[in-house]
């Protein structure tokens, strides 16, 4: 496959600018024609609602395409480059070049977009692209291997199925560029390519922080952070992690967020067809343990069903900064609240870690 993948790269089919949109486009035909069967798929592997399929999957994919197959003329045209006086009569000019084949190797949090985004990207490139969807997503990844074939040219953009094996393998290969996106584990096959052969990595996780204004609108926070917490059930590395707040503010914060909650799942979070399922059981008892092991209070949610990768939207005040919630980044529906003195001391804690 990787073999394949160069030898069509070196045909140079993919300078053509033609052929890249021809390519773009169908990666956009591609989400148009099989929405439904994507949708199922991120139903099954991550009990994903629809609107949230559509939203992070879909629609974010069909913008990419809009804007790759809009910009790709600009993109790769030659700009100017800035030199000296003397050279004035040589008018050098920079123009950037494909890199060659491109191995992603995806997330299990928004399989599809982390499948198509940088297929987009590479193809806009002129590069071939390897992909390597999670194993943790088997529907997902088993539809895209079925589909991508169809639809695109099968020798520059394949996919790759498999677990921890074939991806060791496959990184023994030579690559022109990785794209790594993690949740957060570099593992040590990946370490060795970086480090023996200066290939770029980008490894992506957060502990993000929210600091709570007394004067800012209270609903409106507990709205926007409570969405952003519990979207795709906390699986999202840019979600907030844990709100920074005044300590006499901690109470009127916690108030909102109850009642928020209750709006966003008035039938309970379990039987609602709007709250996202853990990818597997092995991660849902792993958020479980912190759950148990946390020394802050839970103000509502706290319930647990591993069997069915199930974690409840689940908000915890009154958290230290050494709390076990604070360690590792916990990539679930679990908000913890840390109560501070005022805004500098939210900023130092934010600092030192």
Not at 92 to 119: R, Y
Request: charged share 25%; glycine share 6%; hydrophobic share 45%.
């Amino acid at each position: 496959i990787h073999a394949r993948a160069l030898q069509a790269y070196r045909s140079g089919r993919t300078k053509s600018l033609a052929f890249r949109k021809e390519q773009i486009a169908q990666v956009g035909y591609l989400v148009r024609d099989h929405e439904q069967r994507i949708i199922d798929a991120l139903k099954s592997d991550l009990g994903r609602p629809m609107l949230e399929s559509v939203f992070f999957d879909c629609a974010a994919i069909a913008i990419e395409v809009r804007t790759a197959y809009d910009n790709v003329e600009k993109w790769t045209k030659a700009q100017r480059a800035e030199f000296n006086l003397n050279f004035f009569a040589l008018s050098p000019k920079m123009k950037a070049e494909p890199k060659g084949v491109v191995l992603n190797i995806t997330p299990f949090n928004v399989p599809v977009l982390m499948i198509l985004s940088p297929l987009v990207g590479a193809i806009a490139a002129g590069n071939a692209i390897v992909t390597k969807p999670s194993e943790q997503t088997p529907a997902v990844s088993a539809l895209l291997a079925e589909l991508v074939p169809q639809y695109l040219d099968r020798d520059l953009y394949p996919i790759i199925n498999g677990g921890v094996a074939e991806t060791t393998r496959i990184l023994e290969l030579e690559w022109h560029h990785i794209l790594y996106t993690a949740w957060w584990c570099v593992t040590p096959a990946l370490v060795f390519v970086y480090e023996s052969r200066g290939v770029t990595l980008c490894s992506f996780a957060g502990k993000n922080p929210v600091f709570v204004d007394p004067t800012y609108d209270v609903k409106t926070a507990a709205k926007r952070i409570l969405w952003g917490r519990f979207s795709n059930a906390g699986q999202i590395c840019l979600a907030p992690e844990y709100v920074l707040v005044p300590k006499e503010f901690q109470d009127t914060l916690v108030s909102a967020m109850k009642e928020v909650a209750e709006s966003f799942y008035p039938e309970g979070p379990k039987k609602s067809e709007s709250f996202s399922r853990i990818v597997s059981s092995a991660h849902a008892a792993r958020i479980k343990r912190m759950i148990d092991e946390t020394k802050g209070t839970v103000v509502f949610g706290g319930d647990t069903d591993v069997s069915e990768r199930y974690i409840a939207p689940t908000v915890v005040r009154d958290v230290r900064p050494d709390d076990v919630l604070m360690g590792d980044e916990i990539f679930g529906p679990v908000l913890a609240i840390v109560p501070v003195k005022d805004v500098d001391e939210a900023i130092a804690l934010v600092n030192a870690r």
